[in-house]
């Protein structure tokens, strides 16, 4: 598809013969789910694309938005000239309000601001003003202080709103902003997206059954039916569009519905014949330029929405980005017009969702506080149940059980909690991504320099506390390089997961996740014995993580060097005082500890980056 871009501030699109084909499984045709539709939605103007279930609307907005690229033909032109991306001109907001729970509303403005904005072009209080300006304008202001997981649905819609004005991105998508919303709140979002394009922004926004309010606040409806555009206009001529046509609107129907009933083919399929008629322009008047207020100045002034708010005041608010602003110079650096604003270094935005991962793990009490406190109870636990099996040669094998119920037990519980992780955040993520806040290696990476320490410290917890109640050997060098394999094989299970968790859906992951540890635990060489296995069996041992975290373990704890193993008094003979017999019969004697990590840390890297690429694949995938 050939797409041409425009990085003016007021920009049109025009989008000409677009043919959007899937394959259907098992079958060798494609399914043609748009029929080559065109039009042209201008700036200043809100468009609503309109349409029964199915007729194509998510993905003709798909397709404009650059969400979808696979399987499209026909062109898609952003302003005149070609520069920038299209993802670059516009933002998406997404029929969910994908916000993180744990911040307030004025904390969510400022990571998103500071990961948009530069701080070099824009000190930290004309930060502030700009958001108080927005939040002002979408009467966010008395929620300022309240956590995102307390907004009422209108807000986290306005909130998601104001996210994406504070870049001011000339081209705004929204996908069926008025879901789940109450016919207040609905009418005062589309209101306020009215105003907003009135500044001169193109919004273009799907919409489910519109009432006559709502309907006649568009300036141009985009209606599709069965992959066709079958009207192309303003909302003052859908209802002589429909009588050219031979449909006669009911008095005091509601045309919206009139026009969903000829859609759906309640009157006849009549789609082919209506898809002709709206070809061209000749059912789109010349917009109108003044807000909403002038034309409803007669609706009652106590019109509220869901949040008490009286809507008759907002239309006076609606210049975001000039309003309150203490000087003209302010107000010149937060103008819409403006183009002085720069973007943050991918390092910068680096630091910030640093912060802002650390936050989310230190208030979000279930991801740390819980988890060290299950790992402690745990630990101690286990370390009751094995007793003295460190230091007493009777309990050497109960000892290399100890050893493998560790590794079990951290590979298990960072390995789950990881395959569900990301499934959870996909959706702010993408988010996130697609409007340019940051790139996914910067996210990915952020996640994995904050969750190292977390993991560290619950690998750290549990294994001193199970080391030191078993009696293990009180040495500090054995200590630090068996603490050092617990910490790396959590991390990687950690990578492991995620990998799971971004290439499979996470019913499947968690199945695979338990399937693949369970055959990495039998191949470990620690319950069959290396040398008990069939031949080729050894080689499928190589592909055991487990196996290189026992081994170093045993090494580790057994090596050269350490005393016999104290015999009991009790006993007549102890097979396994001898940590050489015992690395022997385990067939781990000729084993190295350093070797052993170094495979660990190779699988680490390894699960990690692979971890990457299938999240970018889930993200792009949706
Ligand atoms: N990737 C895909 N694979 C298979 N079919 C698809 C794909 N994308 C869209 N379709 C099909 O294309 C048609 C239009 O889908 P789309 O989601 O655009 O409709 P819609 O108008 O937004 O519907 P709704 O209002 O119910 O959300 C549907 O029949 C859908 O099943």
Redesign the pocket.
Known sequence: MEINHDDSHRIDINFENIVYS???PKQKEK?I?LKGVSGRFKSGELTAIL??????????LNILTGFTTKGVKGTLEMGKKSSNSAQKLCSYILQDDNLYPFFTVNETMLIATNLKISSRCMSHNDKQILIDNILDTLHLVHAKETRCRNLSGGQKKRLSIALELIDDPPILFLDEPTTGLDSSSSTYTIRLLHNLAREGRTIVC?I?QPSATIYEMFDLVYV?AEGYCIYQGSHSNTVPYLASQGFQCPQFHNPADYLLEVANGEYGNFTYQLAKAAIGDQWRTSSSTVYIKDEYENESNSDRNDDGISNDTEEKRISVYTKTSESENLSGKLSFKSSIKTTPSEWTRLWILISRCNVLLFRDWTVTHLKLLLHFISAVIIGLYFGDAGVNANKSISNIGFLIINAVYLWYTSMMPAVLRFPAEISILKKEVFNNWYKLRTYYIATLITSTPIHTLFALVYATVVYFLTEQPPEPGRYLKVMLVYILCTITADGFGIMLGTLVNPVNGTFFGAISSCFMIVFCGFLVLFKHMPVFMRYVSDLSLHKYCLVALTVATYENGRPDIMCPEDSFYCHYSKSSIIMKELGVETETYSLNVLKIIFQLVLFKGIAFFTLRRALVKG
Not at 51 to 60: E, F, Q, V
């Open positions: 899937v394959p259907v399914k789910v349409g029964p279930s199915g007729a194509g609307k998510s993905s003709l799907t489910h599709l």
